[in-house]
């Protein structure tokens, strides 16, 4: 790689999110960590489920996270999304769809078995 050529291609830091991907499946590059990006994911398949009426399936780990979803599901939505997101209502949105996701309940009773 010649000296300029690293500057043409975005790269997620600290203080930024790279967004990629088409037709349904997109990556969103986060480097916040495993909790924070768990977090971000819950967040961004409840808002894109909501807006695009289909579910959005996700994966996360300490520096991306995983969108699958309809193929009308593009990376300017995903944006949108992120920038919709009220820091202020985070923790409230949160509680709504954690409280109706099935894999907390899955986990829950597992948890009560013990």
Not at 32 to 60: F, K, Q, Y
Not at 95 to 114: D, E, G, T
Request: proline share 4%; hydrophobic share 40%.
């Amino acid at each position: 790689m010649q000296e300029g050529e690293l500057t043409r291609y975005p790269m997620p830091t600290h203080r930024s999110i790279l967004i990629e991907g088409q037709r349904g499946e997109i990556v969103v590059n986060v480097c916040a960590g495993t909790r924070v990006n768990e977090g971000l994911a819950t967040l961004l398949s409840g808002l894109l489920s909501a807006r695009l009426g289909e579910d959005v399936e996700v994966s996360s780990d300490a520096y991306r996270i995983f969108l699958r979803g309809p193929p009308v599901m593009n990376a300017e939505m995903v944006s949108e999304a992120l920038h919709s997101i009220e820091p202020s209502s985070i923790e409230r949105l949160l509680r709504i769809l954690l409280r109706n996701a099935s894999y907390m309940r899955w986990h829950f009773v597992n948890v009560a078995k013990k």
